[in-house]
């Protein structure tokens, strides 16, 4: 059973950058599908963006060409880069994961407890 951790969110200004890191521990790292996914107030928790264990990446249409999902197996960590960072990026970020290949927050397992963003305008 692996346990999740969230690091790296923080204020950052309109157009600026961060990087989301989620440290695992437990379980085999390499045998997940992993994913970021998001919450902004008074919305439900949304994808983002995933990464298979083959390495396969897809993304939500928004963040394409900003955000960059990663993984690095040799540390159990998995990374978000998030460029060109808007308001609206704004939310409590989390990483999961799972062994589904899946856009829908209930097809994962594992979750950590999530990372603040906030992007002022």
């Known amino acids: 059973q692996a346990q999740l951790v969230e690091s790296g969110g923080g204020l950052v200004q309109a157009g600026g950058s961060l990087r989301l890191s989620c440290a695992a521990s437990g379980g085999t790292f390499s045998s997940y599908n992993l994913a970021w996914l998001r919450q902004a107030p008074g919305k439900e928790r949304g994808f983002v963006a995933r990464?298979?264990?083959?390495?396969?990446?897809d993304y939500k249409d928004s963040v394409k060409g900003r955000f960059t999902i990663s993984r690095d197996n040799a540390k159990n960590t998995v990374y978000l880069q998030m460029n060109s960072l808007q308001p609206e990026d704004t939310a409590v970020y989390y990483c999961?994961?799972?062994?589904?290949?899946?856009?829908?927050?209930?097809?994962?397992?594992?979750w950590g407890r999530g990372t603040q963003v906030t992007v002022s305008s």
């Open positions: 990464m298979s264990r083959y390495g396969f990446t």
């Open positions: 999961a994961a799972g062994f589904a290949y899946s856009a829908l927050a209930r097809a994962y397992d594992y």
